[in-house]
C-alpha cells in the first residue's frame, strides 16, 4: 500500500496512548518518521537484544544519537514506557510504510544470546498491551501471516535482522491467538445480542415458572395419591383406621413383599366409602358384648339363629315382639 492520503482528524479526536504506561521518558522528533499518517492497524514487536530495564530502553530510543525508536518499550519486569506517542511514527522497523500504520514494541530478554527469551512478566505485558492497543485503535483482530501481509508484523520481514530472536518470533502465531481470544471476551455486546440474550434470560425464566408449577402439580397430586402410609400405626388418619383395621385383621389388606400396605389418602378414602357402604360386610363388627346378646336372644327363643346381618323386615320385628310379650307374660 503506497497511499499518501493524511490522516485527517477531528478537532479533540488525538490518538491516545497506552494507559498501561508506567514510565514516559519521549524521544526527539529525529529519532522518528515523523507525524504518523496513516490509521493504526498493525502491531510489531521486536525485541531489545539485551536484558535491560524500562528506564534503560527508554533512555537509549530517546537519545538523540540513536537515530531509532519504538513507540513503547517493556522492561524485563514487565514495565512498560512511553517513547514515542502513538500520534507519530517511531522509527523501528526499516521500513516507514510499516511503522507508519504500525505501534511499534520493543521487549526487553531475559537472556542474552541463546534463544534471545523473554521474561513471562515481559511476554504477559506485551498481551496486555497488544490487547489495549487493538481496543483503543479499532483492530478487530491481529493475523499473523508470516509475512508482511499480516497486521502481526515482524523487523525481520523488512530487513536481515534476527529481530524480534528466535523466541519471541516463535511465540507470533500464540500472541495473536491469545490477544483475539481477548478482544473476543472483552467485546460489548452488539444490540442483536443484547436482545438475543434478553430472549434467553426471559425463556430461561419462564422454564424455571414452569417447573416450579409442574412441581407444585405433582407435590398436589403426590398428596392425593403417593403412598404415604405403610403401616398401621399413630401416622394414619383416625377416620380411616377402623376400616383398615378391619381390613387387614380379615386378611383382605395384606401390603406387598416388605409388608407395606402402600396407602394413599385417596385409596384410604376409597376403601372408607366402600366400607361405610358395606361393601365389605359388617360380620367382623359385631362386638362380644353384641355376639353374646344374639346369643342369648337365640337361646331364649327371641329371635331365629339366621344371618345375624340380614336386615330384619317389619313382620319378623312384630313376631320378636310377641316372642318377648309372651315370655314376659309367662
Ligand atoms: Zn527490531
Known amino acids: 500500500m503506497t497511499s499518501k492520503k493524511v490522516l485527517r482528524r477531528k478537532k479533540g479526536d488525538t490518538m491516545s496512548n497506552s494507559p ?16 504518523r499518517t496513516a490509521k493504526i492497524t498493525k502491531i510489531t514487536p521486536h525485541h531489545a537484544a539485551g536484558v535491560l530495564s524500562v528506564e534503560s530502553l527508554c533512555n537509549i530510543f530517546s537519545n538523540p544519537s540513536r537515530g531509532a525508536s519504538a513507540n513503547y518499550c517493556i522492561g524485563n519486569d514487565g514495565r512498560i514506557g512511553l517513547v514515542v506517542e502513538e500520534s507519530n511514527t517511531a522509527g523501528t522497523s526499516s521500513n516507514y510504510e510499516n511503522d507508519n500504520q504500525a505501534i511499534t514494541i520493543e521487549v526487553s530478554n531475559c537472556e542474552n544470546g541463546g534463544q534471545w527469551r523473554v521474561s513471562d512478566a515481559a511476554y504477559n505485558a506485551l498481551i ?5 492497543i487493538c481496543k483503543r485503535n479499532g483492530i478487530a483482530q491481529l493475523n499473523f501471516t508470516g509475512d508482511a501481509n499480516g497486521n502481526l508484523t515482524a523487523h525481520r520481514m523488512f530487513a536481515s535482522t534476527d529481530c524480534p530472536g528466535y523466541y519471541l518470533y516463535s511465540k507470533f502465531p500464540q500472541i495473536a491467538q491469545t490477544v483475539n481470544e481477548r478482544l473476543q471476551e472483552d467485546k460489548p455486546m452488539t444490540a442483536e445480542e443484547k436482545q438475543a440474550f434478553n430472549t434467553l434470560q426471559s425463556q430461561v425464566q419462564s422454564l424455571i415458572n414452569e417447573n416450579t408449577e409442574l412441581k407444585k402439580k405433582y407435590n398436589d397430586l403426590f398428596e392425593q395419591v403417593g403412598v404415604k402410609w405403610a403401616y398401621i400405626d399413630a401416622n394414619l388418619p383416625q377416620w380411616a383406621t377402623p376400616t383398615i383395621d378391619k381390613l387387614y385383621n380379615n386378611e383382605i389388606l395384606q401390603g406387598n413383599d416388605q409388608g407395606s400396605l402402600e396407602l394413599s389418602y385417596q385409596f384410604l378414602r376409597t376403601l372408607v366409602i366402600l366400607d361405610r357402604a358395606g361393601c365389605f360386610g359388617n360380620t367382623w363388627d359385631i362386638s362380644e358384648t353384641a355376639e353374646n346378646g344374639m346369643k342369648k336372644a337365640n337361646e331364649m327363643g327371641i329371635m331365629d339363629n339366621e344371618d345375624p346381618q340380614r336386615v330384619v323386615s317389619r313382620a319378623q320385628m312384630a313376631a320378636v315382639a310377641t316372642r318377648i310379650v309372651d315370655k314376659l307374660s309367662k
Open 20 to 35: 498501561l504506561i508506567t514510565y514516559t521518558q519521549l524521544a526527539p522528533a529525529s529519532n522518528t518518521w515523523g507525524k
Open 128 to 132: 496486555d498491551l497488544c490487547v489495549d
